[in-house]
């Protein structure tokens, strides 16, 4: 069940970065015993800073390992736990916020998901913009110190709750968010370059084979990556979703068997990976606007 709702969460809202609004539902510094806490998942986003001391979050199936210094961000919807490994504690920076001012939080408890009655239209959406990666995508950061700074004084303005506090964290969360984005842009390109030669190779591969089944799953699989992740990858490299690559291989090798060779189009449908000459003649159809049978015979005339 967990990993069903892993998939789910957190749901996502297409917003240019001017629309974000974020509102702060908690902010403060807090120091915990070692030891694991329970396993939850929250209606809206966490940052949660070590300030001193070693922690642990386990998430997706992963255990993120945090040393003072570092955060993690925990999305809304995600089940993950939180454990402290350094003896006798650890000190945090922890901050709950929604991307959008969109959830009503009156106490602590609203934020923490009661699993017996689950309230499905509370969980806060994360922000997604064109070209920015999602901040939940790479979970740890180690942020820079004036990010830090930025959310000392977001605590500060929270805990002391002058005239105006609203809107001073909601600037503050702001530029923490950009810090945290643009430390994530960096991580991928250089996680695209450090995967980039063996993705190369892999699509050398699907060129040379095409009939070869390539689902995401097979290609995700290859890269050693998840299938968001390789997607992501696969995209920045050819412009294009893997899906659609296999595709446009498939298509190009079936254009040039019609134009060179005499195999019926039944077996080029199954060459370039489609054993079913219906489906195979409708995709032609749609992709070059004839049929196979037509387009060999256009080929030869010209």
């Not at 736990?81 to 920076?93: G, K, M, T, Y």
């Not at 990976?273 to 219906?278: A, L, Q």
Request: proline letters at 5%; a negative charge; hydrophobic letters at 40%.
């Amino acid at each position: 069940m967990e990993a069903a709702v892993d998939e789910v969460y957190p749901l996502k809202r297409n917003a240019l970065l001017r629309d974000w609004s974020p509102s702060i539902h908690y902010a403060q510094f807090q120091r915990m015993p070692a030891g694991a806490l329970a396993r939850r998942r929250l209606y809206d986003f966490e940052l949660l800073f070590v300030s001193q001391g070693e922690a642990a979050t386990t998430m997706r199936g992963e255990r993120y390992r945090l040393e003072a210094g570092q955060l993690i961000v925990l999305p809304a919807g995600v089940f993950h736990q939180n454990e402290v490994v350094s003896r006798p504690d650890a000190r945090f920076l922890g901050i709950h916020f929604d991307f959008f001012d969109e959830l009503d939080i009156q106490t602590e408890a609203d934020m923490v998901v009661n699993e017996q009655n689950v309230q499905q239209e509370k969980f806060a959406r994360e922000g997604c913009a064109e070209g920015m990666p999602l901040l939940s995508m790479h979970p740890v950061y180690t942020p820079s110190m004036p990010c830090i700074q930025l959310m000392e004084q977001l605590v500060q303005e929270f805990t002391m709750r002058s005239p105006g506090y609203e809107l001073a964290c909601k600037a503050l969360m702001q530029q923490i968010l950009v810090h945290l984005l643009r430390m994530a842009i960096a991580e991928s390109l250089s996680q695209a370059s450090q995967h980039s030669g063996k993705l190369m190779e892999l699509m050398a591969r699907m060129e040379a084979n095409p009939a070869l089944e390539w689902t995401n799953a097979i290609i995700a699989e290859g890269m050693e990556l998840s299938l968001d992740h390789t997607a992501k990858l696969f995209k920045q490299a050819a412009g294009m979703p893997p899906s659609e690559f296999v595709q446009s291989i498939r298509h190009r090798e079936a254009r040039r068997l019609l134009r060179e060779s005499e195999l019926p189009v039944e077996r080029i449908g199954e060459a370039v990976g489609y054993p079913d000459i219906h489906y195979f003649s409708r995709l032609f159809r749609k992709l070059e606007g004839i049929s196979p049978r037509e387009y060999r015979k256009l080929a030869r005339i010209l």
